[in-house]
């Protein structure tokens, strides 16, 4: 029985293993881009297969013999491997967005601020006057929604008197979008970048400082089993909105489900072509899924911005009765200090990456026909 165990712990150690490595792959199969997403749990499941081969070793034998010395160090091989890649989104290293200095600030402050909020209110969630009181005791600008379908639509109206300008696209496919902003929004339209039921939402959104903002909401479908069983669709629309979002000369936000983690090979691509920043990065994980699952969580709703705006507050928001806790991120426009961020060098071949990840969900047959005729929304209801 003894040897049974051990074998186990053996095959476990090796999966582990494999596992860290295959994110290396550039391949959209949602089994290789699943193993992006628990490298903390990895760590942990490591370590926990290292100390029971090890039991299990001393109670058959009564010793620990050289097989448990190299469990232990596929543990550390691991635990290294995994921790270097999500140390950056650690207080171990320096933020990527410098934090607001109010002393450096002009009279102008609270004209040239903007406080967003980005919540997938999840479609069967019932626990509407809950959300409620959150987002109003959190008093964004702007709300980013997803997965909004006829009733969170009601909802939203519900907001008008302090959030009158709101685009919509209710849909009862889970990826039903809004962008709901005290603001005055100027510019909007409702676009299906790469699948014909897939929104994102694009505004422009005026400060009271009258500075233009163009502010993005995206959410797309992750690889999984059944469904759309690669990453390509998802990769390539965050892949042709970084093409876009680089050549914009206005400051930029753009936030989302992107049902992908932030240190994920597809997400550092994103913020290395479009130069823009993520406020996480240096700060800690601000885990926003499973809500109800303390020891399975990933920062999978994400807010970014380009260097004209410093950090004022980043937080993870109370639970709304979503399987996502909804990220505030409070962003000081600051021009004067955009050189002080630490944007990602773009590497050599990144361009074609994209590039290649735009051909693949072109090419795809799930993917549909719509890339390059974005529709456009009614006007703004105000």
Not at 40 to 50: C, M
Not at 179 to 185: D, F, G, K, N, V
Request: net charge negative; glycine share 6%; aromatic share 10%.
């Amino acid at each position: 029985m003894f040897l049974f165990f051990n074998i186990f712990f053996i095959v476990i150690a090796a999966c582990l293993v494999i596992g860290s490595l295959l994110p290396l792959v550039d391949y959209p199969h949602w089994f290789i881009r699943t193993w992006d997403f628990p490298r903390v749990q990895i760590i942990l499941f490591t370590w926990a297969t290292a100390v029971g081969y090890a039991l299990t070793q001393f109670i058959g034998s009564g010793a620990l013999d050289a097989g448990v010395a190299a469990m232990g160090a596929v543990a550390l091989g691991v635990t290294i491997w995994q921790s270097l890649q999500i140390a950056p989104y650690t207080p171990l290293v320096s933020p990527q967005v410098k934090a607001w200095n109010r002393q450096l600030s002009g009279p102008s402050t609270d004209e040239s601020h903007l406080r967003l909020v980005m919540t997938n209110v999840q479609q069967e969630n019932r626990q509407i006057e809950l959300w409620k009181d959150v987002m109003t005791r959190a008093e964004p600008d702007i709300m980013i929604v997803a997965e909004v379908n006829a009733d969170w639509a009601a909802a939203l109206n519900d907001l008008r008197s302090t959030h009158p300008y709101q685009v919509c696209q209710p849909q009862e496919n889970c990826y039903g979008l809004a962008i709901a902003s005290r603001l005055p929004i100027t510019e909007q339209k409702i676009r299906f970048l790469v699948q014909d039921d897939i929104p994102s939402i694009d505004t422009l959104v005026e400060l009271p400082s009258g500075q233009q903002v163009r502010v993005v909401g995206v959410h797309p479908r992750p690889p999984e089993p059944v469904r759309d069983t690669n990453s390509t669709a998802r990769d390539g629309e965050l892949s042709l909105w970084g093409k876009e979002l680089v050549g914009e000369s206005r400051p930029v936000v753009i936030g989302g489900d992107l049902n992908d983690v932030a240190w994920s090979r597809s997400t550092r691509l994103f913020l290395r072509v479009s130069g823009l920043l993520d406020p996480r990065r240096g700060r800690g994980f601000y885990n926003s899924f499973h809500a109800r699952h303390w020891w399975m969580r990933f920062p999978l709703d994400h807010v970014f911005h380009s260097t004209d705006f410093s950090l004022r507050r980043l937080a993870r928001l109370d639970n709304v009765g979503s399987d996502h806790f909804p990220i505030l991120v409070d962003l000081q426009y600051e021009p004067r200090e955009q050189n002080d961020h630490d944007r990602l060098d773009k590497k050599q071949g990144d361009s074609e990456e994209a590039e290649e990840k735009v051909e693949r969900a072109e090419e795809s047959s799930e993917a549909q026909s719509e890339i390059e005729t974005p529709r456009e929304a009614p006007a703004a209801s105000r």
